[in-house]
């Protein structure tokens, strides 16, 4: 039951991992976002990707264990993939400790929930095309122009900005690729 006023909450880069893992992470400054986040009692959390750290059994383990409270108040949470989710293991492999977790995503690596009748969240994967003619642009097209008139706000959660400037300063490991820089006209 979607209540008023309507509360989200977006996270991401949160890299739920060993507790001794304090470069890439920081427990402490975790467990007390998770804390205050259900404090707030969201409709929903929608984390942008890099849940896990490495994307093994290991981190998601500590996931459940750090956010048994939000289980607890019954919220809902709602991942994209980032690249952490596969930092660690074969992409036939890492996906089944996210489905573990959250067996409403059903697997799938982009999807689309209803928040009551008003919102819908959308949550892609930055690391599959998004070009024209691609099978997740197509998806995406098919949900967008498929919108229920009483819909009002679309959230669409993902990692990697599907366009941004490429950093010339400083180099950087993730940058959008050239087969998303065109996504955005589906929503015009």
Known sequence: MVTEPLVLIAYG???????????ASSPSARRALVAKIAAE????????????YHGIAADYA???????????????????LGNHEFSACLA???????????PQVRGRR????????????????????LLPGSEQQTWLQTQVTS???????????MHHPP???VQ???????????????WLTILR
């Open 13 to 23: 880069d949160t890299r739920f991992t060993d507790a001794g893992e304090t470069a």
């Open 163 to 165: 366009v941004a400037d």
């Open 92 to 102: 036939s492999i890492c996906p089944r400790s996210l489905v573990e977790c959250f």
């Open 41 to 52: 009692r969201p409709a929903a959390i929608f984390i942008n990707g890099d849940l896990p």
């Open 62 to 80: 500590v996931y459940r264990a750090e956010t048994k409270i939000w289980r607890d108040k019954q919220i809902p949470v709602y991942p994209a």
């Open 147 to 157: 919108l229920d008139p009483a819909v009002r706000v679309v959230l669409i959660v």
């Open 110 to 129: 982009w999807y689309s929930v209803a928040l009551g009748q008003r919102v819908v969240g959308i949550a892609l994967d930055s690391d599959a095309p």
């Open 168 to 182: 010339t300063v400083k180099w950087w490991t993730t940058t959008p690729g050239p087969t998303n820089k065109r």
